[in-house]
């Protein structure tokens, strides 16, 4: 049935807080009554398991966000669909004023995000919408005759020196929420309403915690110790802001600091070369003539290879859903330069596994690793597995967790010999450079 009276609608993606919420602040802002919005995206959810652990997350975020709300008397509205087709309903369920929600940088969410304001255009319905999820927007940080960087030392410089406070400015969301108009007929649906289970996985909490991150450049490469903050899931789905964390990066580390805006140069990186999601960011590197054993990429994927090191990652990985900042270039380096597999392989298996997958940092995580992106690591720097554990695990604490049985006869043997793979590698790429 139609509704009288004008309505705003909030339309929260990645943003999943209440509190310091950029746009939900602008959109409490006009007054209205406001319909709190989520959709659970047909064109994420169908290729995915039932029981993805991210789904889980999701759901249980917006679960206590929903209870949250109820306290003021308000709720989320749910649903499962293709977004334009469920504001399309909501549009013709209710007198809707605006649409307010925070930005997306990805291609999907960008092509996602012009077909609703389309929609609405002809709706006569505005759509506004704000940068919520980085500090910097896509040409802010850019080399003075305005093109974008491409190496992240100066980008950092840049970003360092462009960063004001109206940058890091808390929008007190949460506050005027008390005394909102919230529409909601105050149900929320179980996750078989979705036509999802829950999973056994559990993400990393919520934590900021000052000893670990102001000793972040002393441990953050020591995979057998608690010494990363393991946050990155919360800024892939917004249960942290941003800029909170950027205040407490600048004020407590700035190595931690500067990890946050290699994540900022990522997106910047996608933003304006969406290629990067197919191709490499040098095309020289497309004609690597990859491999691709099958076999050995099952290997490597349930940590079968014999390498320790690697092993171990691969298995903490499909265990937790998390993986160790140094052993993903390890693991990542391995695959591509040990194996001579095509980069893109191993970024949609660690899309698949990662609680804080997030396209941008993904790709250009792999395209570093691989040698193949911007600012990456020359391709003839080869990671040897067996003296990142010396360097990294010299204990044998990390791998003696994940591959106990690294000493007896049923471990595999190596898949491929080191310093051969180390030849090959060499050959094959300069080969494919040797073309250009």
């Known amino acids: 049935m139609k509704r009288d009276k004008e309505i705003d609608v909030f339309w929260f993606r990645r943003d999943l807080r209440l509190h310091d919420n950029k746009a939900l602040y602008h959109a409490l802002k006009q007054g209205k009554p406001l319909l709190l919005l989520f959709v659970f995206d047909d064109y994420i959810l169908d290729p995915l398991p039932a029981n993805d652990h991210r789904v889980t997350f999701l759901y249980n975020t917006l679960s206590a966000m929903h209870q949250e709300l109820s306290e003021v008397g308000g709720g989320l509205e749910i649903r499962r669909g293709k977004p334009v087709e469920v504001i399309h309903e909501l549009i013709h369920t209710y007198r809707v004023g605006s649409v307010f929600c925070n930005a997306d940088h990805e291609p999907y969410g960008i092509n996602r995000d012009k077909e609703v304001k389309e929609l609405l255009a002809g709706k006569g319905i505005n759509f506004y919408q704000y940068l919520d999820h980085l500090i910097m927007d896509k040409s802010e940080v850019v080399k003075p005759e305005g093109t974008p960087y491409q190496v992240f030392t100066p980008y950092s410089k840049r970003w360092k ?9 808390q929008y007190h969301s949460q506050e005027l929420l008390k005394d909102a108009d919230i529409v909601s007929d105050g149900s929320f649906p179980a996750m078989a309403d979705i036509g999802m289970e829950k999973s056994s996985l559990s993400a990393p909490p919520l934590k900021m915690d000052e000893v670990l991150i102001r ?26 802001s941003i800029r909170e964390l950027i205040r407490k990066g600048l004020q407590w580390n700035d190595t931690y600091l500067n990890e946050l805006i290699w994540r900022e140069f990522y997106a910047m990186i996608l933003w304006h070369y969406p290629d990067v999601v197919t191709r490499s960011f040098k095309s ?9 054993d ?58 698949e596994n990662l609680f804080d997958y ?26 040897n597995p067996m003296a990142q ?48």
């Open 358 to 383: 997030e396209l941008s940092s993904n790709n250009g995580g792999w395209q570093w690793s691989a040698g193949t992106g911007c600012d990456a690591a020359p391709y003839f720097r080869i990671f």
């Open 294 to 351: 099958e076999n050995e990429f099952e290997a490597w994927k349930h940590g079968k290879t014999g390498f320790p090191m690697v092993d171990a990652g691969m298995r903490q990985l499909s265990t937790t859903g998390f993986m160790h900042n140094r052993l993903r270039m390890v693991t990542a380096s391995f695959l591509s330069k040990h194996l001579l597999i095509d980069w893109r392989w191993g970024e949609a298996w660690f899309a």
């Open 389 to 436: 554990q010396k360097k990294f695990d010299p204990e044998g604490l990390f791998v003696a967790k994940w591959v106990p049985e690294q000493n007896e006869k049923d471990y595999p043997r190596p898949i491929v010999d080191h310093a051969f793979a180390r030849d090959r590698c060499l050959k094959v790429y300069k080969e494919a450079l040797q073309n250009e």
């Open 161 to 169: 020196e462009k960063l004001e406070e109206k940058h890091l400015e």
């Open 284 to 292: 020289a590197y497309d004609r690597i003539q990859w491999r691709n």
């Open 215 to 240: 000793n972040y450049h002393r441990q953050r490469d020591i995979p057998a110790i608690n010494g990363t903050s393991r946050l990155g899931v919360h800024l892939r789905f917004g249960t942290l």
